[in-house]
């Protein structure tokens, strides 16, 4: 067996992890692999149970960047917009997911968008979890956030006119 078969390549963001045999998830451009690192991610930001909701950030930056798959438009939707009110306008996780509960109570067709290649990104969820629990890993998560955004450059406008017409 070649070296390079132990290992598995997630087709969302890159991520090269030891090859367990999980499967590829449904509704995530995911690997198994890959999505458990996000778990292990989600427990950590979960339990801190901090006033800011850290956690809304760590779930729209990995969607956003496994958007595909099947994923509903609205989910990358969510986490595109979830992205923008946290980096353009400085939203903490409570914050965004207010705005994601006002947006769901909108009628609106959500329509496709088209994910930048995983080559764009610089980060994953590895690299967060390779930090120290603590400041060091909540400071990695927001680098990971403003790659994953500056990743899908291509579809600020279309996030930011979808904010303007749905958040009047």
């Known amino acids: 067996m070649r070296e390079y078969d132990h290992f598995v390549e997630c087709p969302g963001c890159g991520l090269k992890l030891h090859h367990r045999h999980l499967p590829l998830l449904e509704n995530y451009k995911a690997s198994g692999e890959c ?10 930001t979960i339990s801190k ?6 956690h809304q950030h760590v779930i ?34 409570r914050q965004v997911q207010r705005v994601h509960m006002l947006l769901s109570r909108k009628k609106y067709q959500w329509k496709e968008f088209e994910a930048p290649d995983k080559s764009a990104y610089a980060l994953t969820v590895l690299d967060v979890l390779r930090q120290k629990p603590g400041e060091s890993r909540d ?9 994953v955004w500056e990743s899908w450059e291509h579809q600020h406008d279309r996030v930011k006119e979808i904010c303007q017409t749905l958040l009047k």
Do not use: C, V
């Not at 999505?35 to 950590?44: D, I, V």
């Not at 400071?139 to 790659?147: A, F, L």
């Open 35 to 44: 999505y458990e690192k996000f778990s292990e991610l989600s427990g950590y």
């Open 49 to 54: 149970q901090d006033l800011n909701f850290i």
């Open 60 to 93: 729209d930056t990995y969607a956003a960047q496994h958007s595909g798959n099947g994923m509903k438009p609205i989910t990358t939707a969510f986490s595109l917009i979830g992205l923008y009110y946290a980096i353009e306008k400085g939203f903490n996780g």
């Open 139 to 147: 400071q990695m998560i927001r680098k990971w956030m403003m790659d």
